[in-house]
């Protein structure tokens, strides 16, 4: 069976490919290659459909990850307010030094565009290069386990058509560290050649039927679609989780963060996934300032690596440390993990996780299956833990938003609300590829319409106090700056 879908896959991705090609030579398009509106909508109105009737949320995934992988994605496709400059999507991230922090610095980071790639979509890190190419500002690879496994048993994905949402118990799949390190020594080498879980094993007959498709996928592609000049590059992201079958709080992300540390330009300590067994409790209090503790101890000691790209970072030092926690925590227990994250100087928070409830509003059959709910129907449950959140640190932590992303309005709700940048996965599922330029187009319009130039104009837009304290803040730092540069 997955042979037959494999093969079929090949044929149907370079059949694609030539009706692709053909229709940007016909529209006189050419220059714009996988960029262009038409493939885009392509990708996004005509395959992506096809693979959700044909195949199931698992093999889908998989053929997205190898259609990607190999180049067949579209590029993204550039808005005018962008590229005219007249509005301003990249973020921030500046680190305040405090006394406890390491005499090394942390990494200050800019974020290309506001827009990233959720955990969960690339878990081996096999297709960076081309997922940046979608358009994102950012993309986050993992959760990544020390040792292999193969997670829970299958089917353990679930789309929730009507409702727009999708449920997952895939349980921490991951083949292992050692793996991902290659894979992003690879990718930071420029190299091919990069190992994944595609869901099951090939025969030889079956990889060589894999190598004639790619080989006649590139042709295609290499004759009907130019190179295009390359976008600003992307940051990339690597999300910690523990084995399945770990007794011990902190050995696993330690270990996480000493292997594949030195490739990230941000971690995540992943503690809020509702598939592996126990792992929700080290949000808990004693716990957690146990985990954080011994991450940021771990985090300080890593030897530097080299610049990947120099522009979007300061001189290469310690990369930031992110915690993501769950939307299913009380407004109390948001508030401890606020305090205790402003305690430990962690760096920033992504909110937030899928969820274990079920709002009675589904109308999927799908709905009663166990796992973590994402989607349309978390959005507003999200959306209103990142206002806490950003309320709760009264605005001093960087939020990663996420849950229920799939247009414009819904970044713009997630940035008023606190976040600083956020991340979308499932919205992929029914929004194709494409999707990722369509919100970045869809955000700019609102923006301009709003009168507002910059992410710092929208930002924490829902608390007025803090919002127009942070205003006023950077006023007087531009000012300051300004005597400066007058006095020189």
């Known amino acids: 069976m997955l042979r037959q879908i494999r093969q079929t896959a090949i044929k149907t991705v370079t059949t694609g490919v030539v009706v692709f090609g053909t229709l940007e030579v016909t529209t006189k398009l050419p220059s714009e290659g996988r960029s262009s509106e038409i493939y885009h909508r392509v990708s996004d109105e005509v395959v992506t459909p096809l693979l959700r009737k044909l195949l199931n949320p698992e093999d889908a995934h998989n053929m997205a990850i190898y259609s990607v992988r190999n180049g067949l994605g579209p590029k993204h496709h550039p808005n005018q307010l962008e590229t005219s400059s007249k509005i301003d999507l990249s973020s921030k991230l500046t680190i305040t030094p405090t006394p406890n922090t390491t005499q090394r610095s942390i990494t200050n980071l800019t974020f290309p565009n506001c827009i990233g790639l959720a955990a969960g979509f690339d878990k081996d890190g096999v297709a960076i290069s081309n997922l940046m190419e979608l358009g994102f500002g950012f993309v986050e690879i993992g959760s990544v386990t020390p040792k292999p496994q193969p997670g829970n048993p299958k089917p353990r994905m679930f789309r929730l058509t009507e409702d727009g949402g999708v449920i997952n118990r895939f349980g921490f799949n991951s083949v292992g560290m050692d793996v991902v390190e290659e894979n992003l020594r690879r990718f930071y080498e420029g190299e091919g050649g990069v190992v994944g879980d595609d869901g099951g094993d090939s025969t030889e007959v079956e990889e060589w039927w894999m190598d004639v498709g790619r080989g006649v996928v590139r042709k295609v592609m290499g004759v009907l679609v130019p190179i ?21 709080e902190t050995e696993d992300y330690e270990l996480g963060i000493q292997k594949l540390g030195p490739y990230a330009d941000y971690l995540v300590i992943n503690i809020s996934s509702p598939n592996t067994p126990g792992l929700r409790d080290l949000q808990k209090n004693e716990p957690l300032k146990r985990l954080l503790h011994a991450a940021i101890r771990q985090r300080n000691n890593l030897l530097p690596k080299r610049q990947r790209h120099a522009s979007l970072t300061t001189t290469r030092t310690l990369p930031p ?27 920033g928070i992504l909110v937030t996780n899928t969820t274990n409830a079920r709002p009675s509003t589904l109308q999927s059959p799908h709905s009663p299956e166990t796992g973590g709910l994402s989607g349309t129907p978390l959005r507003d449950k999200s959306t209103e833990c990142i206002r806490r959140m950003y309320h709760h640190t009264n605005g001093k932590i960087f939020i990663i938003g996420m849950g229920g992303v799939s247009s414009g309005h819904d970044v713009y709700d997630k940035l008023k609300a606190g976040a600083s940048v956020v991340q979308m ?40 106090g803090i919002y127009w304290e942070k205003r006023l803040e950077r006023t007087r730092e531009m000012r300051g700056k300004e005597i400066v540069i007058a006095d020189e």
């Open 228 to 248: 295009q000049a390359p976008q600003p590059p992307s940051l990339l992201g690597v999300n910690l989780g523990k084995n399945k079958t770990s007794t011990e």
């Open 425 to 464: 996965y499932s919205g992929l599922v029914y929004g194709g590829p494409g999707l990722v330029s369509r919100i970045r187009g869809e955000l700019a319009e609102i923006m301009e319409e709003n009168g507002q130039r910059c992410m710092g104009d929208v930002v924490g837009l829902d608390h007025e």
């Open 321 to 347: 440390l992110f915690v993501k926690i769950s939307p299913d925590n009380t407004d109390d227990e948001l508030k401890n993990i606020a305090a205790i994250a402003m305690e430990c100087n962690i760096d």
